[in-house]
């Protein structure tokens, strides 16, 4: 581990750039709007499925447009202070709670793949111990009334405007560390602030010992996605005279399997493209820390108070067709987890898959092979499991049948749009990394997403 921010040579500048997506001449512009217009976005969302009827954004438009202050003040009004006591306590109690966890709930070392710089981080995985362990607490404060979880709900924008507060903070914080004190050989200046606080300075900066981006993306982060869905099914039966609706139960259960899939496989997460290349920076960590606790867990913050009766049949399918998506996009993560964990001496679909051994440079000229998997999931398309990821999220929205189409689906529809740029950002990097290797891949598997069509 270094302690000297690196200029970056011309192969290691390509791929953070690559990563980062930069384009000449609006390297600054689209990270500045987006800094600037996704923290009131999150207000936006959480005050149209709270407040404005059947959670339209047409609603909400028109409303602002015709506010007789003005639409700024229209807008400021619906951004509470960071400064509410109670939401100052949850993340306060919640965060402290997953550090805590993180650091000392037992766990085996894991290293990790080789990153553009040369180096292999070590993590401790005690996810799933973790994931259980956050369960049970909020699901014993709840049974033994030591806390009433409802406030949660009750609290959600204070708190979503605490959690923007802390983590355009820590974002500053780590591109001033990123220059000033690195962790590690994978870091690199932009030469400007705002493209350094956007895509970050580091790609896995740790601070006193804890690593930031597993505490933001996945302590934080993917923890707040399953205890919030609980917190909003407990209000659920709180407004519904102590019954849980089927709907908000489909709903919860479906996205607590696909975290606890998440968790299992906290450690292949850890090789991703999120960890391995993307930088902690506003991207990743504002997105981690806001964006996710905002729309990911926004169907169930609809459906806490506005559930519809569906019939018991149409949940039941609803549901049975969540579970099949989720088990299909875990089965073409795993089949690639174990075909690489094997080095390809495994079976897949009852036969050993087909490979390429591909070579590849790391940023200190380096030369190593992966393995890339042309079976199972891997040969129907480079990215099918984008399809079941997808799907399973709007199963479980379905719940949400009656509403004005657009804030309980927005996370599907946004979904959609981050995993289609997601497959071309992985295929170009995948390009840069492989070279023939991987044209060779793509001539064997043409399609990106959808076989025949993407
Ligand atoms: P990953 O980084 O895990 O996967 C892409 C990487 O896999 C490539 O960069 C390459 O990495 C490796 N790879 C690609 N093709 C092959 C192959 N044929 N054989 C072996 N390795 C290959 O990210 P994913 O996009 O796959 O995401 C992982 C999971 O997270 C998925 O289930 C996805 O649906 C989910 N996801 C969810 C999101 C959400 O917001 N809900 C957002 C993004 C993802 P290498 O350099 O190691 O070769």
């Given at each position: 581990m270094t302690t000297k921010t690196k200029e970056l040579n011309g192969s290691q500048q390509a791929d953070w750039n690559a990563v980062g997506g930069l384009i000449p001449g609006r390297e600054t512009i689209g990270p500045l709007f987006l800094i600037l217009s996704t923290p009131i976005f999150s207000f936006i969302i959480i005050h149209v499925v709270m407040n404005v009827p059947e959670a339209s954004f047409t609603v909400f438009l028109s409303d602002l447009l015709d506010d007789p202050d003005g639409m700024i003040a229209g807008l400021c009004s619906i951004i509470p202070p960071p400064t509410d006591p109670e939401a100052l306590r949850i993340v306060a109690c919640f965060m402290a709670f997953q550090l805590v966890l993180q650091k000392y709930m037992p766990g085996e070392d894991f290293v990790a793949t080789v990153t553009p710089a040369g180096n292999r981080p070590v993590y401790k995985a005690n996810g799933m111990a973790s994931f259980v362990c956050t369960l049970f607490a909020t699901l014993l404060l709840h049974a033994f009334d030591?806390?009433?979880?409802?406030k949660v709900y009750d609290k959600f924008p204070e708190i979503i405007s605490t959690l923007n507060v802390f983590a355009l903070m820590l974002c500053a914080l780590l591109v001033w560390k990123g220059r000033?004190?690195?962790?590690?050989?994978d870091c690199g200046t932009n030469a400007n602030w705002i493209v350094d606080y956007y895509?970050?300075?580091?790609?896995h900066p740790r601070v006193l010992g804890w690593d930031v981006k597993m505490f933001t993306n996945c302590r934080f982060g993917m923890m707040f996605w399953a205890v919030a869905p609980i917190c909003f099914a407990a209000k659920n039966i709180q407004v519904n005279g102590g019954n849980l609706q089927f709907g908000m139960f489909v709903n919860v259960v479906l996205q607590l399997i696909y975290i606890f899939k998440f968790f299992h496989w906290e450690m292949g997460y850890m090789c991703s493209m999120d960890i391995?290349?993307?930088?902690?920076?506003y991207y990743l960590c504002w997105g981690c820390l806001v964006w996710v606790p905002t729309i990911y867990t926004s169907q169930s913050f609809y459906l806490a108070e506005h559930c519809p009766d569906l019939p018991f049949m149409t949940n039941l399918i609803i549901f049975v067709a969540g579970c099949l998506m989720v088990y299909i996009n875990y089965e073409a993560d795993n089949q690639r987890a174990v075909f690489r964990s094997s080095g390809g001496k495994c079976l897949i679909w009852g036969k050993v898959p087909d490979k390429i051994v591909a070579e590849y440079q790391t940023g200190s000229n380096e030369m190593k092979k992966s393995l890339l998997l042309v079976g199972g999931w891997w040969s129907v398309s480079r990215h099918f499991h984008y399809i079941p990821e997808i799907l399973a999220s709007l199963c479980w929205s379905?719940?949400?049948?009656?509403?004005?189409?657009v804030a309980p689906y927005f996370y599907t529809t946004y979904l959609t749009i981050l995993l289609i740029d997601r497959s071309y950002r992985d295929d170009d990097r995948c390009a840069k990394k492989y070279g023939t290797y991987w044209s060779e891949y793509r001539s064997r598997v043409p399609s990106k997403i959808i076989p025949g069509i993407l």
């Open positions: 030591l806390y009433d979880i409802t000033v004190a690195p962790s590690s050989t895509w970050g300075v580091e790609l391995q290349h993307d930088r902690a920076g379905l719940p949400a049948w009656n509403s004005a189409f």
